[in-house]
């Protein structure tokens, strides 16, 4: 039944009459196809002309391209290199002849030997490549950072298919070679640079000997363990360690702070020694001198020679007292005269109190021995007259 009506609605359609404006717009349709299939039957040829021109035109211009600054273009010629061009604006013959490849050569790139670039975290297991035997074989995780440059682009692209596997191999190579010519303590503590340098020159000689095109700028020892399983023991070690350097340390200094005094006080010492050895003899040279004097002179005249020596003898005796002593001619008492108090410089007063006693007790008669010089002296010469 759905059939049947659907041809009686197409029939009823057909027998419709058409619209004015409908016949037009056919008619004009229609007009126009002719005269383009005219048009194209009679210039044929040169359409095809300015088709054919317009893509060799397109093609042609397909091979305009622009290096940015920074990089180089290295053009291949049916996949052969052709050369290099330097940043700006060029053109070379288009696909499939030439093509051309892109590289960025101030770009800074890096790869990573033994972590990943998440770092050494808690729960992130060691990878085996860290882990490295040391010449005194112990086992330590190293990691390493690589960060090099394209510094020739025609080698970059043509020499070597994958660049950055190969840096990197070749760098744990190294590296473990590196490693197992040295001792654990010396790559833990103080030969972390003279590493990181000969890991540094012997990859770059690798990579130019593979003509690689890489330049390495800079190797980073990230970090350099043991193994987490005995990281606690080995942190004990190097504690000892540190405090046997400590201890060290600390014996030096006292020795270089007691040593070079040892060594002044000796010094002073056997300086002082000289010098006392000097002045005996020279005291020994001018007694012997003196006694030679002596000797002839007392050959001359023995009596007053000996009768000088002998005063001399007794001024040195008493030149060390402080005492006087009074001895009665006529009577048993001794009187004590303070000498001392009375050739001290004081006041007039005193002095001439001091004097005025003293003349009394010479006037009375009395014999006096003094420790200075003058009073002494006068009282030996009063001595010898009356002897």
Known sequence: MTW???????????DKPQAEWEKKLELLWRNSLEKGQ??????AKKILNYVLVLLVFGWLASGIYIIDQGNRGVVTRFGGYSVTTLPGPHWHMPF????????????????????????????????????????????ISVRLAI??????????VFKVKN?????????????????????????????????????KDEVQLAMDQYQAGLRVASVNLQDAQPPE??????????????DKQRLINEAEGYANEVIPKSRGAAVRIIKEAEAYEAQIIAKADGESQRFEQLLVQYEK???????????????????????????????????????????????????????????????????????????????????????
């Open 4 to 14: 049947k009506n659907e041809q009686e609605q197409q029939q009823k359609t057909e």
């Open 38 to 43: 005219n048009y194209f039957s009679q210039h």
């Open 96 to 139: 499939p002849i030439e093509h051309v490849v892109n590289v960025n050569v101030e770009k800074q790139r890096f790869i990573e030997v033994g972590y990943r670039s998440n770092g050494r975290s808690a729960g992130q297991p060691t990878l085996p490549e860290s882990l490295m035997l040391t010449k005194d074989e112990n086992i």
């Open 147 to 156: 960060q090099y440059q394209i510094k020739d682009a025609r080698d970059y």
């Open 163 to 199: 660049n950055e596997a190969t840096l990197k191999q070749v760098t744990e190579s190294i590296e473990r070679g590196v490693i197992g010519r040295n001792n654990m303590d010396f790559i833990l503590t103080e030969g972390r640079s003279q590493i990181v340098n000969e890991i």
């Open 229 to 242: 399983q005995v990281q606690d023991s080995f942190e004990d070690a190097i504690r000892a360690r540190e």
């Open 301 to 387: 005249k023995p009596s007053i020679t000996r009768k000088r020596l002998y005063l001399e003898a007794k001024e040195q005796l008493y030149s060390h007292t402080n005492k006087v002593l009074v001895n009665m001619e006529k009577g048993n008492s001794n009187f004590y005269l303070p000498l001392n108090q009375i050739t001290q410089p004081a006041n007039t007063h005193k002095q001439s109190n001091s004097k005025s006693s003293l003349n009394r007790n010479i006037g009375s008669g009395v014999g006096i021995k003094n420790t200075s010089n003058a009073d002494h002296g006068n009282i030996r010469s009063s001595r010898s007259n009356k002897s």
